[in-house]
């Protein structure tokens, strides 16, 4: 398992890197005062702070990647932590097949299906 850890850790921290770098190209290229501002205040802060100062921001191009990001960064603390691969809601093992689809996944199969 720890071969397949830390395959998943890797495409985990390379969808993360590669979120950063659409937000930030995204807000880059907005004409908007109000875009070029966040743009800046995402440059200060660390990118785990993101999601949250994203959360205020309701367009359909941030959205996505915001949540997206949010659940990349949740199933990295998980991985330091040692609880990565746990169901977040029956506590039980989530599927190696479901997390090799998914690194992200935060559900067993049951729990998604609401069977669990």
């Known amino acids: 398992m720890s071969i397949r850890l830390n395959q998943l850790r ?5 969808e993360q890197q590669q ?5 930030a190209s995204f807000l880059a290229a907005q004409p908007s005062q109000d875009y070029q501002q966040l743009h800046l205040k995402l440059e200060q802060l660390p990118l785990p ?12 191009e941030l959205r996505g990647p915001s949540k997206r990001l949010e659940a990349v960064q949740a199933a990295l603390s998980q991985m330091e ?36």
Do not use: F, M, N
């Not at 702070?49 to 359909?60: G, K, V």
């Open 10 to 14: 890797t495409r985990l921290l390379e």
């Open 19 to 23: 979120l950063q770098q659409q937000i």
């Open 49 to 60: 702070r993101w999601p949250e100062l994203l959360l205020h921001w309701h367009t359909p």
């Open 81 to 116: 932590i040692g609880l990565y691969g746990i169901c977040c809601d029956c506590e039980s093992r989530i599927e190696v097949e479901r997390l090799e689809l998914d690194p992200a996944e935060q559900r067993c199969a049951k729990c998604s299906l609401g069977v669990g």
